[in-house]
T-cell receptor, first 114, second 116 residues
Framework: AQSVTQLGSHVSVSEGALVLLRCNYS??????LFWYVQYPNQGLQLLLK??????LVKGINGFEAEFKKSETSFHLTKPSAHMSDAAEYFC????????????FGTGTRLQVTL | GAGVSQSPSNKVTEKGKDVELRCDPI?????LYWYRQRLGQGLEFLIY????????KSGLPSDRFSAERTGESVSTLTIQRTQQEDSAVYLC??????????????FGPGTRLTVL
């Protein structure tokens, strides 16, 4: 069964610093990959998704992620953190050819400090 | 336009009671999903509807859990004889298609269930 691993349940960065949230997947077939964000007291919102087109995917709010098949990774980055980026981030996968149920990682809580 | 809505937003119940959670998907979305988010854990898939049929129920944790959907509209998740381990946030999502599609799933705000 496919799975997703997010390294680091909590990440803290200074405002203006690089944000790097890690996601690795385990699947024999390259899956479709997603990053969702959950702001405090809000529902999940899609940041970006990879569906086998360009390997570098740009999302909302200045985030991007790069699909690296050789590393089975889909890390999320943002060049400069803003206080409003503080939230919980979830990586998720769908296996091609299956019903579109998302398999989620356990999430990474991003803290942004002054 | 309106997003996915869920009711109630919070539900506190006593162990052994039945609960019903409601999801109103985005109008026109044929696919509907239920997920569960327990404290400190990721989201777990429960069930997927395509229209009013459920081709994938593999995530339902026990026969105490059931769900139904009326046409391409409202869905209800029912938990019978609730247990404390059922305490979680129950999230509903909908998408235009489903099946093998990668259409974006739009999530509702969730129902926080607490079983005392």
């Amino acid at each position: 069964a496919q799975s997703v691993t997010q390294l680091g349940s909590h990440v803290s960065v200074s405002e203006g610093a690089l944000v790097l949230l890690r996601c690795n997947y385990s699947s024999s077939v390259p899956p479709y990959l997603f990053w969702y964000v959950q702001y405090p007291n809000q529902g999940l919102q899609l940041l970006l998704k990879y569906t086998s087109a360009a390997t570098l995917v740009k999302g909302i709010n200045g985030f991007e992620a790069e699909f690296k098949k050789s590393e089975t990774s889909f890390h999320l980055t943002k060049p400069s953190a803003h206080m409003s980026d503080a939230a919980e981030y979830f990586c998720a996968v769908i296996s091609p050819g299956t019903a579109s149920k998302l398999t989620f990682g356990t999430g990474t809580r991003l803290q942004v400090t002054l | 336009g309106a997003g996915v809505s869920q009711s109630p937003s919070n539900k506190v119940t006593e162990k052994g009671k039945d609960v019903e959670l409601r999801c109103d998907p985005i109008s026109g979305h044929t696919a509907l999903y239920w997920y569960r988010q327990r404290l400190g854990q990721g989201l777990e898939f429960l069930i997927y509807f395509q229209g009013n049929s459920a081709p994938d129920k593999s995530g339902l944790p026990s026969d105490r859990f059931s769900a139904e959907r009326t046409g391409e509209s409202v869905s209800t998740l029912t938990i019978q004889r609730t247990q404390q381990e059922d305490s979680a946030v129950y999230l509903c999502a909908s998408s235009l298609a489903g099946s093998t599609s990668t259409d974006t799933q739009y999530f509702g705000p969730g129902t926080r269930l607490t079983v005392l």
